[in-house]
Every structure is written in C-alpha cells, then in structure tokens.
Nanobody, 125 residues
Framework: QVQLVESGGGLVQAGGSLRLSCAAS????????MGWFRQAPGKERDVVAT????????YYADSVKGRFTISRDNAKNTVSLQMNSLKPEDTAVYYC??????????????????WGKGTLVTVSS
C-alpha cells in the first residue's frame, strides 16, 4: 500500500522559511511525478508545485513562483518543498501527492493518484 508522509510544517512569521518533506513507500518512486498541494481554510485544494519523475521538469503556481522550490531525491524516495518569503496567505494544510500512473506528468497537478495526510503551515503576520 502506497504511503506518503509529510513533515516539516509548523508556525513561522511572515518573511520566514520552512522546508516540507514527503517520504514515499511502496511506490517505484523514480517513475512517478510528484506534487505539492495546499488547502486553506474554507477554500479548495490547489496545486502548489509539481515535478517530473526525473526532476528535470517543474511547475509552479503563479502565487509561489520565485519563492518556493520543489525538488526530489530518488535515492531516498523523498520530495521536498522549500518555502521562502512566506506570507500569511500561504497558511494552509500542505499535501504531498504522487501521480496516478508511472511516467505521466500533468504539470497542473491533474490525475494525482496517491495522497498524504497533510501537514499544517501557519504564517503569522
């Protein structure tokens, strides 16, 4: 059974940084595109960033471009999200997700097949 476990969330002041990590198990990790999503209170879940199985391709939502960086380590089965210059509007539960099939990447985050339980990021003003 595929498991995705997020870590690294917490409380940070505006302008600060956090690094989220997601550990995957029971998945041929190096063959799957991955992504980070977030859901703020009262809002729908939105894509934040996605990355191809090789790591050579990435996509970012406009709201995080230039501030967030997605990366992966296929040797360790992990995907990370470095978040800099955090703003109060970045407050949300952040979810890690894996594509629904190997070798397919939807930059906008469509058709993700596996999800973690999420980690809360709170940015205070």
């Amino acid at each position: 059974q595929v498991q995705l476990v997020e870590s690294g969330g917490g409380l940070v002041q505006a302008g600060g940084s956090l690094r989220l990590s997601c550990a995957a198990s029971e998945l041929t990790f190096s063959r799957y595109a991955m992504g980070w999503f977030r859901q703020a209170p009262g809002k729908e879940r939105d894509v934040v960033a996605t990355i191809t199985w090789s790591g050579r391709g990435t996509y970012y939502a406009d709201s995080v471009k230039g501030r967030f960086t997605i990366s992966r380590d296929n040797a360790k089965n992990t995907v990370s999200l470095q978040m800099n210059s955090l703003k109060p509007e970045d407050t949300a539960v952040y979810y890690c997700a894996a594509a629904g099939a190997a070798g397919i990447w939807h930059p906008g985050g469509e058709n993700m097949g596996y999800w973690g339980k999420g980690t809360l990021v709170t940015v205070s003003s």
